[in-house]
């Protein structure tokens, strides 16, 4: 068995969606600890919130990351609404601000972290398709018919 099957049980598409998600937060990160650095002495209270919130959005980006990197099945939703405002930035980046250098790489990432999510072996991982079953039957076992069910067998 590979490293990378024992290290997450996430196809490699997931995992390099995670690596790709976890980019963005690290640069917020980055950022808010550059602009605390750069302000020297003078540290006031709308400065500690524009650290604050480019450091919480960050780490929220990057747990999300890191949860497709360990095959978390709860980090694909959120990866996909950081993968749609990236999609965004690029467009804005690359079209009304005139800056197609940044924004056109920015893009086209969010572009691939979509595509990577919803190829089939993500969509079977995520659906935890087991060998044989089409997607419908493992949404209805996992989706609110299945839970339903389980809870009418778990009540008798």
């Known amino acids: 068995m590979p490293f990378t099957d024992k290290f997450s049980p996430a196809p490699r598409e997931v995992r390099i969606a995670g690596v790709i998600t976890a980019l963005p937060g690290l640069a917020m990160v980055v950022l ?23 450091a919480v959005l960050g780490a929220g980006t990057v ?4 949860g497709l990197l360990l095959g978390r099945t709860w980090a694909r939703s959120p990866s996909v609404v950081v993968a749609l405002i990236m999609i965004g930035v690029g467009w ?24 990577l999510l919803f ?26 018919a299945g839970r339903a069910a389980r809870r009418d067998r778990d009540d008798d």
């Open 32 to 54: 808010a600890v550059l602009l605390l650095v750069k302000s020297g002495e003078s540290v006031g209270n709308n400065l500690l919130a524009e650290v604050g919130y480019y």
């Open 63 to 66: 747990a999300c990351g890191v």
């Open 92 to 115: 804005y980046l690359a079209g009304p601000s005139g800056q197609p250098a940044p924004g056109v790489p920015v893009g086209l990432l969010g572009v691939a972290v979509l595509v």
């Open 119 to 144: 190829r089939r072996p993500s969509r079977a991982w995520v659906l935890g398709l087991r060998e044989g079953e089409t997607e419908e039957e493992a949404a209805e076992r996992d989706g609110a």
